[in-house]
């Protein structure tokens, strides 16, 4: 006898990938989420970020990624998740201002977290737009 195993939906909400290229960012983002109840998946480029998330898409909560990287930058990445997954839930981090460095194209789909940035203001960022999901799915 089989027994087949379904992660529920609070399950789900709890996991993200995390899309950053200076894995001192990415290890201090990955601790304040994961002591936070989050689980991390982890890409260090935006090539192995889109990969990783056609695969993971339906277990993901929301991508969280940096602006600028080797490979394929954050921009790209988002734009190639935004066409398998119109509905993604997309966090950009950046140093620089969105306004002059993230096209409006993107902007209307994803929210922006500007470096540097405290692990409160992390945790809000991410709970906010895991929110703002919630409010969509309750009213659909």
Do not use: W
């Amino acid at each position: 006898m089989r027994m087949s195993f379904m992660r529920n939906k609070t399950d789900i909400r709890k996991n993200i990938l995390l899309v950053e290229d200076d894995r001192a960012i990415r290890d201090l983002c990955q601790s304040v989420l994961s002591r936070n109840g989050f689980e991390c998946i982890s890409a260090a480029d935006g090539v192995t970020g889109f990969e990783t998330y056609k695969v993971r898409k339906d277990d993901l909560a929301l991508v969280l990624s940096d602006l600028s990287m080797p490979a394929m930058g954050g921009i790209g990445m988002i734009h190639e998740i935004l066409n398998i997954d119109p509905g993604a839930n997309v966090i950009l981090m950046s140093g620089y201002n969105p306004d002059e460095v993230v096209p409006c194209d993107i902007r209307k789909f994803c929210s922006v977290l500007r470096k540097p940035f405290t692990p409160a203001q992390l945790l809000q960022a991410v709970k906010r737009c895991l929110e703002c999901d919630t409010e969509v799915s309750a009213t659909a």
